[in-house]
């Protein structure tokens, strides 16, 4: 009889364990379902930089999370009050930018629709009115030689022309015009996709030129072409510059990978916004950096080791140069000490507005030989677009 009893309590304590056994189970299963939120960091190996100097200022959201359990019959369910959806911005379209850039240039007092027109309509183009029409280019910083190479160009169809039309001038006018802005420089400043990792932009630049808001407005052309980007805040040596970034990236859903340290490493930010961009598999992943010209040596040794650092996980694809417009020679010769450091790629151009002259175009990509990709007109978010040639010549000419 004992030993049956004894038997039974076995069997119960087995059947227990089982149970048991299968409830843990169950709960292990149910945990692995959960897909945690993807952390913005990468695995390392011996020879990868130091980490901890990168954090992420934005968490996706995780859609993959159950579905909270439905409260007990009879239960009164919990109130909860939903936040708010955060409400993204919705970029302009390219066509339309372009078409309010192309309206605000035209408004623009430019000396090839104010003068030129005028001065190459008069009755009688002498050796005077040639003189004029060569001082007016250089003062709308066109540069010597391609001032000097439009003259002849003109000089020489007027005289076989002998027109005075006012509309056959202009259209002389801006054939010539086209010619020396080039419409057949490669203007693409989007890399060819890769397979297994984002394509990578350098933007540098002084500061002051308003790079790191440049930054933000092309996330904003990026997400409006349906690009999944991300942004690396590498200046870290200007306080606001992370939180200027990480704001404008706010603004239109796209993360921002900082450092917390006044003062950080700049190379290692960017390697750590590059692996993270490699482990979210976005499309883009854009690097701002420090612009302190005033330390020439310094700052440029700086986004050499930034860019050494990024290639130890991708190819850096492009490398934008941003320079404001309305400096003139100035920005020529910044554009200089930026090309003899770093592979500039491309030029983006802020604040070509009615106070800059158009000629700066022309003058920047003969002494760089790269094209200017990305133009703006004024401080607004939408305030930049991809650069058009013939956009560009023709809004000259009708202001």
Do not use: C
Request: hydrophobic share 45%.
């Amino acid at each position: 009889m004992i030993l049956n009893v004894t038997d039974q309590l076995l069997t119960i304590i087995i059947v227990i364990a089982v149970i048991a056994i299968v409830g843990i189970g169950t709960i292990a299963l149910v945990s692995k379902g959960r897909k945690p939120k993807t952390p913005y960091t990468s695995e390392r190996d011996a020879n990868d930089p130091p980490a901890g100097t990168g954090t992420l200022t934005e968490e996706r959201p995780d859609t993959d999370t159950l579905a909270p359990e439905a409260p007990a019959t009879g239960a009164t369910a919990p109130t909860v009050e939903e936040e708010p959806a955060l409400q993204l911005e919705v970029p302009a379209p390219v066509q339309g930018r372009l078409a309010r850039l192309r309206a605000r240039l035209t408004k623009s007092n430019n000396v090839f629709s104010k003068g030129l027109l005028a001065l190459l309509s008069q009755d009688n183009i002498d050796d005077d009115v040639w003189d004029e029409i060569e001082e007016n280019l250089l003062m709308a910083d066109l540069g010597t030689e391609p001032t000097l190479e439009l003259v002849d160009a003109l000089r020489e169809r007027v005289k076989i022309e002998g027109s005075k039309d006012p509309a056959r001038v202009k259209a002389m006018l801006r054939e010539e015009l086209l010619k020396l802005v080039d419409p057949t420089m490669d203007r693409n400043y989007l890399p060819e996709p890769h397979p297994d990792r984002p394509s990578i932009l350098m933007v540098v630049g002084v500061n002051g030129v308003g790079k790191t808001t440049t930054i933000g407005k092309m996330a904003r052309v990026l997400v409006a072409e349906d690009k999944d980007v991300l942004l690396g805040a590498a200046d870290t040596f200007r306080a606001a510059a992370a939180e200027q970034l990480a704001t404008w990236g706010d603004r239109v859903g796209v993360p921002t990978v900082r450092s917390e340290i006044d003062g950080a490493d700049p190379a290692s930010v960017a390697y750590e916004a590059v692996a993270a961009g490699i482990d979210q598999q976005v499309d883009i992943v854009m690097i701002d950096t420090a612009g302190r010209l005033q330390n020439k040596v310094g700052l440029m040794d700086e986004l050499g080791k930034i860019k050494r650092v990024v290639e130890k996980k991708a190819t850096v694809d492009e490398v934008l140069l941003v320079l404001d417009a309305t400096t003139g020679q100035n920005g020529l010769s910044q554009a200089k000490v930026f090309s003899e450091v770093v592979n500039v790629s491309g030029i983006v151009l802020t604040k070509l507005d009615g106070t800059a002259k158009g000629g700066i175009v022309v003058a920047i990509q003969r002494q760089l030989g790269v094209p200017v990709k990305l133009v703006g007109l004024g401080e607004g978010p939408d305030d930049l677009a991809p650069f058009d040639p013939e956009e560009f010549v023709d809004a000259l000419l009708e202001g």
